[in-house]
């Protein structure tokens, strides 16, 4: 089975507000942590990644959180827009040496943001 | 840049037949891979590529194969089509890291 899931399959949130999207891990293994968005129709795209060793890293308007403890990642978006609208997945890069490791994918969320 | 191109962007095969479906980046990335998304799930790796010459399996890898005779390209064969692999199909590139790629607009294939 795979070792990356979400908690949530869809998620509704006002525009302006935060919203929240979790992931569960299980492989102890994995050294990097990515989020990609995709929108209807198109190929993911890359939003930020955290590695192991860290357990908050900030991009612009979005947070990723780490907790290894409990193998969970999360990510936030400050002052949710309309253009966030997509399916966001939680990715893991297993194996030491990022160059040949690879990469699994969870299901995913569905973000929707309301006006 | 164009980026990653994929092409077609749609096709449909009659089961047992063959094609292959390009890929292609400009960006001068070693590393590249191929994936396939199946209706609500992620997307799962196929075959992937850490430059010319070397190329490697994914999670999962039959039915598909690969080769990467230059940094530019990474087309992907389907040997003889099932309709188990009615999917769609995205390549992607990066520089080194496997994680910070940059991904095709997905090619659309259904298998009857």
């Known amino acids: 089975g795979e070792s990356v899931g979400l908690h949530l399959p869809t998620l509704s949130v006002q525009e302006g507000d935060n919203s929240i999207i979790n992931c569960a891990y299980s492989?102890?293994?994995?050294?990097?942590f990515i989020w990609y968005k995709q929108e209807s129709g198109k190929g993911p795209q890359f939003i930020i990644d955290?590695?192991?060793?860290?357990d908050k890293r900030q991009g612009q308007r979005v947070t990723v959180l780490l907790n290894k403890t409990v193998k969970h990642l999360s990510l936030q978006i400050a002052a949710t827009q309309p253009g966030d609208s997509a399916v966001y997945f939680c990715a893991e890069n297993i194996g030491r040496g990022s160059t040949l490791g690879r990469l699994y994918f969870g299901r995913g969320t569905q973000l929707t943001v309301w006006p | 840049n164009a980026g990653v191109t994929q092409t077609p962007k749609f096709q449909v095969l009659k089961t047992g037949q063959s094609m292959t479906l390009q890929c292609a980046q400009d960006?001068?990335?070693?590393?590249m891979s191929w994936y396939r998304q199946d209706p609500g799930m992620g997307l799962r790796l196929i075959h992937y590529?850490?430059?010319?010459?070397?190329?490697d399996q994914g999670e999962v890898p039959n039915g598909y194969n690969v080769s990467r005779s230059t940094t530019e390209d990474f087309p992907l064969r389907l040997l003889s089509a099932a309709p188990s692999q009615t999917s769609v199909y995205f390549c992607?590139?990066?520089?080194?890291?496997?994680?910070?790629?940059?991904f095709g607009p997905g090619t659309r294939l259904t298998v009857t």
């Open positions: 955290i590695r192991s060793n860290m």
């Open positions: 492989n102890s293994a994995s050294d990097y």
């Open positions: 992607a590139s990066s520089y080194y890291r496997a994680h910070e790629q940059y």
């Open positions: 960006m001068n990335h070693e590393y």
């Open positions: 590529s850490v430059g010319a010459g070397i190329t």
